[in-house]
């Protein structure tokens, strides 16, 4: 007999469903203001000891474009291999996704641009060549969702309904996403397992980040049950 149990932990940052014999958990663990530094110090406690067999890492945006929380892309490679060698060091599989393209127009409002000596999009560019190139050395599995946006021709300054604008939502963001924008990065995630045959290989997944995977500005912000990529890929695996 099939049946379907769902079960809301930590104030739905968890959702475990029960199909049949098998059950698929899933965790929201996106925190507002991560770079990279933040994540190798909450590794233990958000990552490892929960042992996943697939994490799904974006992360980037802050050490890039949060000037108060620069680095250099040495130093953000350096990390990022470090958070992904401890990973597979507990026999998981790590899933790395480059963020989305941002509005300069409205970035720049918030950060003084005269510190930036790249734009801030060819930042991520430079993001996302990392990302490929770590995935590539540690064997992890890579989506870039820059090269989507990009494509999409995104953002579209105060035009599109994909990243928080003032038409859209009345606020001069340009980083934050909008739910459909946030159903994109899921679909993404998920076409890349499907493509893969591997929609049915992990059970327990993380997604771990800043505020991107945490979504900010979207309902349900931090949870499995609301308008954020993690909810969204909760729901498409749900229906595989």
Do not use: W
């Not at 098998?22 to 042992?51: F, H, M, P, Q, Y």
């Not at 890039?64 to 929380?69: A, G």
């Not at 680095?71 to 790395?96: C, F, G, P, R, T």
């Amino acid at each position: 007999m099939i049946f379907t149990l769902f079960i809301c932990l930590t104030a739905c940052k968890t959702a475990l469903v029960k199909k049949g014999e098998v059950t698929l958990v899933v965790e929201n663990n996106g925190v507002a203001g991560n770079s990279t530094a933040n994540l190798l110090r909450r590794l233990e406690s958000d990552v490892l000891s929960e042992k996943p067999d697939l994490v799904i890492i974006m992360v980037g945006t802050n050490d890039m474009l949060n000037s108060k929380k620069f680095v250099s892309y040495e130093n953000y490679h350096e990390n990022l291999s470090s958070i992904v060698e401890n990973i597979k060091n507990i026999d998981a599989q790590v899933l790395l996704m480059t963020p989305p393209r941002v509005d300069s127009l409205y970035l720049f409002k918030r950060h003084d641009k005269a510190l930036f000596t790249d734009t801030p999009n060819v930042k991520l560019q430079k993001v996302k060549q990392i990302m490929e190139d770590v995935a590539k050395e540690y064997d992890a599995f890579f989506v870039d969702n820059y090269s989507v946006f990009k494509a999409k021709g995104l953002p579209q300054h105060n035009q599109d309904n994909y990243i928080r604008n003032l038409k859209n939502s009345n606020k001069e963001d340009g980083v934050h996403l909008k739910p459909i924008g946030y159903k994109l990065i899921a679909e993404n995630v998920f076409d890349y397992l499907k493509t893969n045959n591997l929609l049915d290989k992990y059970k327990h997944i993380i997604c771990f980040g800043d505020s991107l995977t945490k979504g900010s500005g979207a309902s349900g912000a931090g949870t499995i049950t609301g308008e954020n990529y993690p909810s969204f890929l909760y729901r498409m695996l749900l229906k595989n």
